[in-house]
């Protein structure tokens, strides 16, 4: 079955330095999404990625799809506190399935 | 945007009862999907809802275990049966509308 691991499984960073959270899949992926659970609450939409070595921005957070479509990375600059929760990616099967299969996680935590 | 509501928020259950879980989208999907969470954990899908057909389950999942109702388009119902321990975990509806994946609260079940 699908495998989709992210790295690393946790992160503590200085307030104020960035972040990267990595995803890998075992196969060729049709798109690539990515969510942020806050602590206490549920996974809330990001973004997605659909075309090879696809760059997005929403303001400090840049997300990248691998050229070969089996990675994919979040990047956040200048973290906040606002910026605490676990982040995860998510791929569909195909293009058109809805099921999601999450990755492992990351799980932020900022040091004031 | 969708919003999703979801019944009970919370329950600490004795084992061997069953639970079930509602799930209020206002907007009508053809389909809904029922993910579970264990604590610290990543998400994992159960099953998919379809309004007028059977609910389709994942590898591990078995409708006498978790049977699903889908009485319309905007909501549906997850039952866990003769629970355990092991089922202590965050349930999850979620749908999938223009482009985005949206999740309900969740239903913070813990089974004594």
């Known amino acids: 079955g699908q495998q989709v691991m992210q790295i690393p499984q946790y992160q503590h960073v200085q307030e104020g330095e960035d972040f990267t959270t990595y995803c890998n899949s075992s196969?060729?992926?049709?798109?690539i999404q990515w969510y942020k659970q806050r602590p206490g609450g549920h996974p809330v939409f990001l973004i997605q990625?659909?075309?090879?070595?696809e760059v997005k921005k929403q303001k400090r957070l840049t997300f990248q799809f691998g050229e070969a479509k089996k990675n994919s990375s979040l990047h956040i600059t200048a973290t906040q506190t606002t910026d605490v929760g676990t982040y995860f990616c998510?791929?569909?099967?195909?293009?058109?399935?809805?099921?999601?299969?999450f990755g492992t996680g990351t799980r932020l935590t900022i040091i004031p | 945007s969708a919003v999703i509501s979801q019944k009970p928020s919370r329950d600490i259950c004795q084992r061997g009862t069953s639970l079930t879980i509602q799930c209020q989208v206002d907007?009508?999907?053809?389909?809904m999907f029922w993910y579970r969470q264990q604590p610290g954990q990543s998400l994992t899908l159960i099953a998919t809802?379809?309004?007028?057909?059977?609910?389709?389950?994942e590898s591990g999942f078995v409708i006498d275990k978790f049977p699903i109702s889908r009485p319309n388009l905007t909501f549906s119902t997850l039952t866990v049966s003769n629970m355990s321990p092991e089922d202590s975990s965050i349930y999850l509806c979620?749908?999938?509308?223009?482009?985005?994946?949206?999740f309900g609260p969740g239903t913070r079940l813990t089974v004594l």
């Open positions: 196969t060729t992926l049709s798109n």
């Open positions: 990625l659909v075309k090879s070595g």
């Open positions: 979620s749908v999938r509308l223009y482009n985005e994946q949206f």
């Open positions: 809802a379809n309004q007028g057909s059977e609910a389709t389950y």
């Open positions: 998510a791929e569909t099967l195909n293009f058109g399935n809805e099921k999601l299969t």
């Open positions: 907007s009508q999907v053809t389909m």
